[in-house]
């Protein structure tokens, strides 16, 4: 099993960054992607980012130029650095993981979630 837990969330004016940390421990030797998703109240889960363990990225279009995920395999730590923040970035954030050989583009592994939220 592997246990993510999220940090970094909090309230930032337009405009402003945070970076948030996630933290995996557990099994990690069986991850290989790892990425960050949103949740905004009433809209499903999306993805904002991913990244392989080779550092291969992937984001949304909605936050291309703005956010950048990184990845620091040493510390079994995934980073996502968000700048110049708009109140359509308030959601919860998770960080999920995906085992090597996992079907398709979904997570096996979701830690709980950090709530961003952007005032206007």
């Known amino acids: 099993q592997v246990q993510l837990v999220e940090s970094g969330g909090g309230l930032v004016q337009a405009g402003g960054s945070l970076r948030l940390s996630c933290a995996a421990s557990?099994?990690?030797?069986?991850?290989?992607?790892m990425g960050w998703f949103r949740q905004a109240p009433g809209k499903q889960r999306e993805l904002v980012a991913t990244i392989t363990r080779g550092g291969r990225t992937n984001y949304a279009d909605s936050v291309k130029g703005r956010f950048t995920i990184s990845r620091d395999n040493a510390k079994n730590m995934v980073y996502l650095q968000m700048n110049s923040l708009k109140p359509e970035d308030t959601a919860v954030y998770y960080c999920g993981g995906q085992r090597f050989g996992s079907p398709g583009a979904g997570m096996d592994y979701w830690g709980k979630g950090t709530l961003v939220t952007v005032s206007s």
């Open positions: 557990g099994s990690i030797f069986s991850i290989n992607a």
